[in-house]
């Protein structure tokens, strides 16, 4: 039996961003409501809980409404979009948590988290 490289199954890592402008979920200066509210919000939406709850809101003290030329704080939706966007750097693309399999002459010599591999498995100490 050889073993498989390739995807496992997990998700693509060079996902893009949604690159649509001006939207407050991509804005520097926005902080995004808690998890526990947008969890709450996606399974009420999709209708695994009958308990109502209102779309989780953020806040930004920076939002330009209209024709006012000075920043407001204001509760806002992830969509919401004002003149005063700033696009946020991207998130830094998480490393390990992955599950790995070290095959050596045809049989499985270790498997576990990509963090736990054993110093006589790295590549640095083998010479190749």
């Excluded at 402008?21 to 998890?35: Q, V, Y």
């Excluded at 009958?50 to 992830?78: I, Y």
Aim: with cysteine; net charge neutral.
């Amino acid at each position: 039996m050889t073993a498989r490289v390739g995807h496992n199954g997990g998700p693509a890592l060079g996902e893009l961003a949604d690159t649509r402008p001006g939207r407050c979920k991509h804005c520097r200066h926005w902080m995004a409501p808690s998890d526990e509210e947008q969890r709450a919000y996606e399974w009420f939406h999709l209708g695994l809980s009958r308990r109502r709850v209102r779309r989780p809101t953020g806040a930004c003290d920076r939002v330009l409404v209209g024709n006012n030329p000075r920043p407001a704080f204001s509760a806002t939706s992830a969509e919401f979009g004002c003149d005063n966007f700033e696009a946020a750097p991207p998130l830094p693309i998480p490393r390990g948590g992955g599950f790995v399999t070290i095959w050596q002459d045809g049989r499985i010599a270790w498997q576990g988290r990509e963090e736990d591999i054993p110093a006589r498995f790295l590549q640095q100490d083998l010479d190749l």
